[in-house]
Structures are given as C-alpha cells and as structure tokens.
C-alpha cells in the first residue's frame, strides 16, 4: 500500500487593489501568475501540488491581514505572462520550450468574516517562528507548517466570534 502524499500549506501575498479574497471568492479560482522571485517559483515548482492549503494574505494594505482560506487546485505549469509582450510580467529571456517561471492555481475555500490582521498574527506565541513575521521577510509564496496554518485558522474563528458578540 502507497503512502498518501503529505499535505504542505503556504501563504501567499497579494496586493488587495491587484487581487483580493473577495476577487478569489468571485472568480472561484485564479492563476497564482506573476511571480518573478526564484525562491517562490521553486516552492510553486518543486513543492507546492494539488490539494495544499493557503493562507491568503492581503500585503501591502491597512490593515495587512490574513483574510481567507484558498487551495492548490491541480500542479504547477509554466507561468503564460512570461511570454505575453504586452503583459507587465513579460519576460524576454524566458523561453517556452524551458520556462523559467510557473504558476499554481489556487482556488477560494473561505473569506474570513473578520481578517486576522498581523498584531493579532504577532502576539500568537505559536506563530512565533513563522516566516511572515520575520522581519525583512518579502517572499509572496511561503512555507507554513501545520501547527502555524492551525493557529491561524483559530485566531479567525476567534476573531469572529468576537464580533459576533
């Protein structure tokens, strides 16, 4: 009998007024496109399949928060903006017949009714060591283990709950 692959999770970073969980919400699931970074295109690459969990996180914003949940929704493939002149991630020294830049694509699980914004994310001690919150820490695709993608998860059930009343 074969062992089941070991489901990884991530964070992801998007920019709300590029695209936000309520477009993922909208548009139901979406091209992870774009990304220019090595390190991220070799976690979407190497180590990010079908089925993953994700933390959407809204950088760049007031406040910068996670604001839902989405999933790898299939394997990665190589990135189309790569080769697309008039898209602003075009690269000219990509190549289609060895793509220097894939994608994933992720699709909408949950909108958090209340977004856990990062001083929530900060003074969680089981989030201590993650990735997000280290400083100088920029990479729009991100590790998250088990225990932190848990934590993260209870802090918007929290968070909820309390402005629920």
Same mark, same amino acid.
């Given at each position: ?6 489901? $990884?999770?991530?964070? +992801?970073?998007?920019?709300? /007024? !590029? ?13 992870? *496109?774009? +990304? ?5 295109? $070799? ?6 399949? *079908? ?14 928060? !996670? ?12 990135? #189309? &903006?790569?080769?697309?002149? /008039? ?8 190549? @289609?017949? $060895? ?5 994933? *694509? ?8 209340? #977004?856990?914004?990062? #001083? &929530?994310?900060?003074?969680? #001690?089981?989030?201590? *060591? ?12 991100? @590790?998250? &283990? ?20």
């Amino acid at each position: 009998m074969s062992n089941p692959k070991r489901r $990884n999770y991530w964070l +992801v970073k998007s920019e709300p /007024n !590029v695209y936000s969980i309520h477009d993922l919400e909208r548009d139901g699931k979406t091209m992870w *496109d774009g +990304v220019r970074n090595y390190q991220a295109r $070799n976690l979407m690459r190497d180590d990010m399949a *079908d089925g993953d969990q994700v933390l959407f996180y809204h950088s760049n914003a007031k406040p910068m928060c !996670v604001a839902g949940l989405a999933e790898v929704v299939g394997e990665s493939y190589p990135d #189309p &903006t790569a080769f697309d002149k /008039n898209d602003s991630h075009f690269d000219p020294k990509s190549d @289609p017949a $060895n793509p220097t830049w894939v994608l994933v *694509d992720i699709g909408h699980v949950e909108t958090f009714a209340v #977004p856990v914004d990062r #001083p &929530t994310l900060a003074a969680e #001690p089981a989030l201590a *060591d993650m990735m997000l919150l280290r400083k100088g820490s920029r990479l729009s695709v991100q @590790p998250v &283990t088990a225990a932190e993608f848990k934590a993260v998860v209870k802090l918007a059930r929290r968070e909820a709950k309390a402005a629920a009343g």
